[in-house]
């Protein structure tokens, strides 16, 4: 689903984050012009990136002084964009609609039909958050939109975010009354977003299931009561009264994600990151909780695909968000890494993320320097030994499973014991050490005689000894 403009990605990713960088940079002095370059040459490279389309809207925003219009004369100054996105769109050129697009909101920001523009080429490439970004930069300033609710409704239905997409329609069916599909895909949508809250899909047993009184409340038919009955109720009173206070918007955003209400913490972590102008840190919190989002989203279109596991077309979705995910997890926490360069768990995480990518080498310093923390010296050795044998370097691979079973105890760490031992008996057997394979694999079995396939392998070795 996810895509780079063509060329080397590395080499896309190392440059865009480059670039905004320096874009960063020239916000701290109010260099709009330089910031927006930056951020844009950051965006057509990873088109992908919603940091980076948030980044470039911010300083264009800046730019104008929120004024609402953009540039004097933005229509006319604007007709060649226009052109561009008309000739992109019956060719079905849909990376030259979003720059031709990104070109036109750099004169006007707000243009309507520019971000609109973004929103249905990002959709159609497969760039779920940046869709979602410009769709709901359109509804700030034209709310009523029905084109634009239905198809920002589509995106977040397929992400699992229900109750957002509810509200898509309930916005149309407020426009248009007597729109029976608008009516329809609220009831199915409401319907959804309870049973995802409250576990009906997979539930065991009734204990696993909401009360009917909590059913009623999320599907809006319980009143939520006067001041003191509810600390999330006096919070959003609050927030309400004083629309604009930071702190305020941080408390309710925390206390959204604790109840596990994701899009409704988004929501207020973005505007508590536009009225701070872009604080690292508020930055930092809405990434993480984008990306428990997308972590929604893949959990639910992997069940989609449980559900129908003949269906081909799930099965892409599933995988094609599933390295969506893990790519923008690599990237936040590349960044994340040159900021903090002491924080060696998180260049452990990075690393892991790398292996799911088969990045062997460029996990392998990353390990390696994580295994200084010894809260995570063990896994890190194990997963360095892991690189290096993909690597193909079997002696560095062993050396490092053998450096790691010291750290390794089964009573505290019984799964990464297991895997240990068993990764050091499968290297051990390429290598044809047939009697360290067997006593490695014996280890496994000691502590659990059905892991994976040691039971199959032991016997094998045994019957050619």
Known sequence: MSTVAAGNPQDHNKIAADCWRRGNEAVQKENWDYAIQMYFTAVKLRPDNLTYRQSLRFAEYKKYNGNGTGASMASMRSMGSKGKVKKCRMSKDWPGVDVAAEEGLQVNPWDLGFNTDVGDAAKTLGFAEVAIFAYEEVLKKDPGN???????ALVLEERGEYKRAA??????LKQEPTNGEARSKITGLDTKGVMDRGGYEGADSTRGVMAAHEVARRLGGDNKGGPGDSPLADLERQVRKDPANKDL???????YRREGRLEEAEQNLTKALEISGGNMNIREVLEDVQLDLMAKAVTVAKEQFRANPTD???KQQAIAMATEHINREVEILSARTERYPQDMRMKFELATRLMKQQKWQAAIPLLQQSRS???VKGESLINLGKCFGYDKKPQLARRQFEAAVPDINHDTQPDLFKDLFYSLGRLCEEMQDKAAAEENYQKVLEVDYNYRDTVKRLDKLQESA
């Open 373 to 375: 923390d010894p809260r």
């Open 146 to 152: 029905k084109d634009v609710n239905k198809s920002l």
């Open 167 to 172: 509200d898509c329609w309930r916005r149309i």
């Open 312 to 314: 081909e077309v799930k």
């Open 249 to 255: 918007l941080l408390k309710l955003a925390d206390m």
